[in-house]
């Protein structure tokens, strides 16, 4: 390839990247907006506070990404054309952004110390000067923190969207040509369509520069704002780790599952212990009233989905196709979870016990981390050929490379509340061998373990849409909810799309309440 | 009879000056000897060099007569922060002393639960360490410290996390003990930032002087147990720690 080949090919991935930056930035404007002005608002009204946070609690756990066909076809019905898919993208992203932004802002502002608000009665600032003067400020870092997680999963659902939304025959022909329902211009169109056509050179350029502009992002917006966010922290809190927040979601998921009435499961996080609210104190209620009400919607959100199904009908019609793809799908899941424990269980003792440079491998975990596991997929699917059994494996992977960063840098994290002196204690009583792995190393990860376990878990049930449904121009797999969901949009039959998503949701939501939080509870009685 | 011997023991971080300078003092059998000074000298640096847990940039320690390389078995460890596995329980916890231990699972077991009763926790054997309060937890450490079978125990400010009452009532059980017979423990060193504690258990107080570290004075104290914190011979003790530690 010439010069000017060359340069025409940078220019373009360019373009591309430069494209799929500005639907980020859009969606990452929109989500912090609505997340400083909704997590205000929860945090601040009692009544606001029990709607809000319990419809946010499902929709983090919830798969978000498998509902893109979905909303996709919304999108188009509302507003046909060009505007409307680029609006659904964007929306796409903006959904697995806000979430933590929100939780983020109210979790600020209720451990904002009571001594601030009492001085703020005391002085009898008004709202506004309360929010400019107290609120703002406080959540602050915590909207800036959100946002760099934010990032990062926006960066794997916008990838993944685009890919999705030009599927993988479009770009055979020279160029993106791709079909009705799909973005033209993005870094992951580009991608798919070097892969697609063979464009080696293409491909890897295209990687390294997504991989520079990640790095960028972090340099030039990131920390700048970060360091503007931060100037009113003291130097000696230390903040919070982006890993935190999965700690933190996976706290609440237990809290609002807990059943009405009983004790709730408090994990001490590495943060000063909660504040009582700071507004809503003044009419605090009992909290087996906050549990009850928090069941209470999740018990109507779940029943409001089903009526919405449209009857019996399509149950009777559907269910049973539903249920076998699912058993696939759940194999794949759980044996994919099970592969991922195995490699980081070792993986992660060796960090925290045996290397002194274990912040050096997670820094350089989280630049591999950063990359969407989708932007890998056609260099995979390149690599392993057209079997049958090969997409097996290819959706294999795709699993075990979207959950596993979640289950390490949890277990890492939870890493640091590990009481102190545990390695000294080993080395004076002498811990060797089978018992110094039985009696300290795993037993030590085991919280990580569960708390990572559960995001983890959901990550992959948001990749089955993707990884099942990939090669529906090379080869997927024959089975799986996530290529019912594919096959189901692509037919147009829109019943059984939105079937097999409640089931998802009811599915997750059942093993978070069966599996997780027993586990989880039996753990915190333990480990403090 | 000579139990511990320290060195000539230097000790600095790869980059930063040095923390420990030149330290050498001896422990015989049946002496109870405080390592006291200022908070942050590198006092607990030194107590893990003479466990074996960090190696010194310069001395030796001798432990009957032989080099100190790595945690050894004769010299055990009490922590400030307890350190128990959360995740083991009370008795498991104290297992963990007779690891290096030729017996049988059923003799640990046996075993410790006699040191529990020992030290009055029958009725938390299968609990967690999360349900006791903080001087109940050193009593496990200690317990745990004591069925590794030391000659020597270690005691890294073993009272500082405990409120007075109940750090009080734990030294006093400790005199007690180290009186008794039939316990393995020949000698203490502990390490503390309390005068008046150090004074109150030690027949030999070694004083350390503040970032460097070295060692400003040796001071017997020979006074029966147990001692009258109010007495003049105590408080004359007091005043003259308390002089050299305030001398530059």
Same mark, same amino acid.
């Given at each position: 390839?010439?010069?000017?080949?060359?340069?025409?090919?940078?220019?373009?991935?360019?373009?591309?990247?430069?494209?799929?930056?500005?639907?980020?930035?859009?969606a990452?404007g929109?989500?912090v907006?609505?997340?400083i002005?909704?997590?205000?608002?929860?945090a601040?009204?009692k009544?606001?506070?029990?709607?809000?946070i319990?419809?946010?609690?499902i929709f983090?756990t919830?798969?978000?990404?498998?509902f893109?066909?979905?909303v996709?076809?919304?999108?188009?019905a509302?507003?046909?054309g060009?505007?409307?898919?680029?609006l659904?993208v964007?929306?796409?992203i903006t959904?697995s952004?806000?979430?933590?932004?929100?939780f983020g802002?109210?979790?600020?502002?209720?451990?904002?110390?009571?001594e601030?608000?009492?001085?703020?009665?005391?002085?009898n600032?008004?709202?506004?000067r309360?929010?400019?003067?107290?609120?703002? @400020?406080?959540?602050?870092?915590?909207?800036?923190?959100?946002?760099?997680?934010?990032?990062?999963?926006?960066l794997f659902?916008?990838?993944?969207?685009e890919i999705?939304?030009?599927?993988?025959?479009?770009?055979?022909?020279?160029?993106?040509?791709a079909?009705?329902?799909?973005?033209?211009?993005?870094?992951?169109?580009?991608?798919?369509?070097?892969?697609?056509?063979?464009n080696?050179?293409?491909?890897?350029?295209g990687?390294?520069?997504f991989?520079?502009?990640v790095?960028?992002t972090r340099?030039?917006l990131?920390?700048p704002?970060?360091?503007?966010?931060?100037?009113?922290?003291r130097?000696?809190?230390?903040?919070?780790?982006?890993?935190?927040?999965?700690r933190n979601?996976?706290?609440r998921l237990?809290?609002?599952l807990?059943?009405?009435g009983?004790?709730r499961?408090?994990?001490?996080l590495?943060?000063?212990?909660?504040?009582?609210?700071?507004?809503?104190s003044?009419?605090a209620s009992?909290?087996?009233?906050?549990?009850s009400?928090?069941?209470?919607?999740?018990?109507?959100t779940?029943?409001?989905m089903?009526?919405?199904?449209?009857?019996?009908?399509y149950?009777?019609?559907?269910?049973l196709?539903?249920?076998?793809?699912?058993?696939?799908s759940?194999l794949?899941?759980?044996?994919?979870?099970?592969?991922?424990l195995?490699?980081?269980v070792p993986?992660?003792?060796?960090?925290?016990?045996?290397t002194k440079?274990?912040?050096?491998?997670?820094?350089?975990?989280?630049?591999?981390?950063?990359i969407?596991?989708?932007i890998l997929?056609?260099?995979?699917?390149a690599?392993m050929?057209?079997s049958?059994?090969h997409s097996?494996?290819i959706a294999?992977?795709?699993f075990?490379?979207?959950?596993i960063?979640?289950?390490?840098f949890?277990?890492m994290?939870?890493?640091?509340?590990? @009481?102190a002196?545990?390695?000294e204690?080993?080395?004076i009583?002498?811990?060797k061998?089978l018992?110094?792995?039985?009696?300290?190393?795993?037993?030590a990860i085991?919280?990580g373990?569960?708390?990572g376990g559960?995001?983890?878990?959901?990550?992959e049930?948001n990749?089955?849409?993707?990884?099942?449904?990939?090669?529906?121009?090379v080869?997927?797999?024959?089975?799986?909810?996530?290529?019912?969901?594919?096959?189901?949009?692509a037919?147009?039959n829109l019943?059984?799309?939105?079937?097999?998503l409640?089931?998802?949701?009811?599915?997750v939501?059942i093993?978070n309440?069966?599996?997780?939080?027993?586990?989880?509870?039996r753990?915190?009685?333990?480990?403090? | 009879?000579?139990?511990?011997?320290?060195?000539?023991?230097?000790?600095?971080?790869?980059?930063?000056?040095?923390?420990?300078?030149?330290?050498?003092f001896?422990?015989?059998?049946?002496?109870?000897?405080?390592i006291?000074?200022?908070?942050?000298?590198?006092?607990?640096?030194l107590?893990r060099?003479?466990?074996?847990l960090?190696?010194?940039?310069?001395?030796?320690?001798?432990?009957?007569?032989?080099?100190?390389?790595?945690?050894?078995?004769g010299l055990?460890?009490?922590?400030?922060?307890?350190?128990?596995?959360?995740?083991?329980?009370?008795?498991?916890?104290?297992?963990?002393?007779?690891?290096l231990?030729?017996?049988t699972?059923?003799?640990?077991?046996k075993r410790?639960l006699?040191?529990?009763d020992?030290?009055?926790?029958i009725?938390?054997?299968?609990?967690?360490?999360?349900?006791?309060?903080g001087?109940m937890?050193?009593?496990v450490?200690?317990?745990?410290a004591i069925?590794?079978?030391?000659?020597?125990?270690?005691?890294?400010e073993?009272?500082?996390s405990?409120d007075?009452?109940?750090?009080?009532?734990?030294r006093?059980?400790?005199l007690?003990?180290?009186k008794?017979e039939?316990?393995?423990?020949h000698s203490?060193?502990?390490v503390?930032?309390?005068v008046?504690?150090?004074?109150?258990l030690?027949d030999?107080?070694?004083i350390l002087s503040?970032?460097?570290?070295?060692v400003?004075a040796?001071?017997?104290?020979?006074?029966k147990?147990?001692?009258?914190?109010?007495?003049?011979e105590?408080?004359?003790?007091?005043?003259?720690v308390?002089a050299?530690?305030?001398?530059?």
């Amino acid at each position: 390839m010439d010069a000017t080949g060359l340069a025409g090919l940078i220019a373009s991935i360019l373009v591309n990247l430069v494209f799929s930056w500005s639907r980020m930035l859009i969606a990452l404007g929109v989500s912090v907006l609505l997340g400083i002005a909704v997590g205000i608002y929860a945090a601040t009204s009692k009544r606001a506070e029990k709607v809000i946070i319990p419809i946010i609690d499902i929709f983090q756990t919830l798969p978000i990404l498998s509902f893109f066909p979905f909303v996709i076809y919304i999108f188009i019905a509302l507003i046909p054309g060009f505007v409307g898919i680029e609006l659904a993208v964007i929306f796409l992203i903006t959904t697995s952004m806000l979430w933590n932004i929100i939780f983020g802002v109210y979790e600020a502002l209720n451990s904002i110390p009571k001594e601030y608000i009492e001085l703020a009665d005391l002085y009898n600032l008004s709202t506004w000067r309360r929010l400019k003067k107290i609120f703002f @400020p406080a959540s602050l870092p915590y909207v800036v923190e959100q946002s760099m997680l934010s990032w990062s999963i926006g960066l794997f659902y916008l990838v993944t969207s685009e890919i999705f939304s030009v599927g993988t025959d479009a770009c055979q022909i020279a160029g993106n040509t791709a079909g009705i329902y799909s973005v033209k211009t993005g870094i992951g169109v580009a991608l798919t369509c070097y892969a697609a056509t063979g464009n080696t050179l293409g491909y890897a350029l295209g990687i390294i520069f997504f991989i520079l502009f990640v790095i960028a992002t972090r340099f030039l917006l990131f920390r700048p704002l970060e360091n503007y966010a931060n100037r009113y922290t003291r130097q000696s809190v230390q903040r919070k780790t982006t890993n935190t927040y999965l700690r933190n979601a996976a706290v609440r998921l237990f809290k609002y599952l807990e059943p009405p009435g009983t004790e709730r499961i408090r994990v001490r996080l590495n943060r000063p212990r909660r504040q009582e609210k700071i507004i809503a104190s003044r009419s605090a209620s009992p909290a087996e009233k906050q549990e009850s009400w928090r069941l209470k919607y999740v018990l109507i959100t779940l029943a409001l989905m089903i009526i919405a199904i449209a009857g019996v009908k399509y149950l009777v019609l559907y269910e049973l196709e539903i249920l076998r793809n699912f058993v696939f799908s759940i194999l794949r899941v759980w044996i994919a979870f099970a592969v991922s424990l195995a490699i980081s269980v070792p993986l992660c003792v060796y960090l925290i016990f045996f290397t002194k440079k274990s912040s050096s491998y997670i820094l350089l975990f989280q630049v591999i981390a950063s990359i969407p596991a989708t932007i890998l997929l056609p260099a995979i699917v390149a690599m392993m050929g057209k079997s049958p059994y090969h997409s097996e494996i290819i959706a294999f992977l795709i699993f075990i490379i979207s959950g596993i960063w979640y289950l390490i840098f949890s277990i890492m994290s939870a890493s640091k509340l590990l @009481p102190a002196n545990i390695l000294e204690v080993k080395r004076i009583f002498g811990l060797k061998g089978l018992a110094a792995w039985k009696k300290v190393y795993v037993r030590a990860i085991v919280p990580g373990i569960l708390t990572g376990g559960v995001t983890a878990i959901a990550a992959e049930w948001n990749a089955s849409i993707v990884a099942e449904y990939y090669g529906s121009g090379v080869s997927g797999v024959s089975l799986g909810i996530g290529k019912l969901l594919d096959t189901s949009f692509a037919s147009n039959n829109l019943p059984l799309l939105f079937l097999a998503l409640v089931n998802l949701a009811a599915m997750v939501v059942i093993v978070n309440s069966l599996l997780w939080k027993r586990s989880y509870k039996r753990m915190s009685r333990i480990y403090r | 009879m000579r139990m511990v011997e320290v060195d000539d023991i230097s000790f600095m971080y790869s980059s930063a000056a040095k923390v420990i300078d030149g330290v050498s003092f001896t422990v015989d059998k049946g002496e109870f000897v405080s390592i006291l000074g200022p908070s942050g000298c590198g006092k607990s640096t030194l107590l893990r060099i003479i466990a074996g847990l960090i190696k010194p940039s310069k001395g030796r320690v001798l432990y009957m007569g032989n080099d100190v390389k790595g945690p050894t078995k004769g010299l055990s460890f009490v922590f400030q922060d307890f350190a128990l596995l959360p995740w083991l329980t009370n008795l498991q916890n104290v297992e963990l002393g007779f690891s290096l231990m030729d017996i049988t699972e059923e003799e640990k077991r046996k075993r410790s639960l006699l040191l529990l009763d020992k030290f009055g926790l029958i009725g938390f054997e299968d609990a967690y360490p999360n349900v006791l309060s903080g001087g109940m937890k050193q009593r496990v450490g200690i317990a745990r410290a004591i069925a590794s079978d030391p000659d020597v125990l270690l005691m890294d400010e073993p009272f500082s996390s405990l409120d007075e009452l109940t750090a009080g009532t734990l030294r006093n059980d400790i005199l007690f003990m180290l009186k008794n017979e039939d316990l393995p423990v020949h000698s203490v060193i502990m390490v503390t930032h309390n005068v008046e504690e150090a004074i109150e258990l030690s027949d030999k107080v070694v004083i350390l002087s503040e970032k460097p570290a070295y060692v400003k004075a040796v001071k017997d104290l020979r006074m029966k147990q147990p001692r009258n914190k109010h007495g003049r011979e105590f408080l004359k003790n007091m005043d003259s720690v308390y002089a050299v530690l305030a001398k530059d």
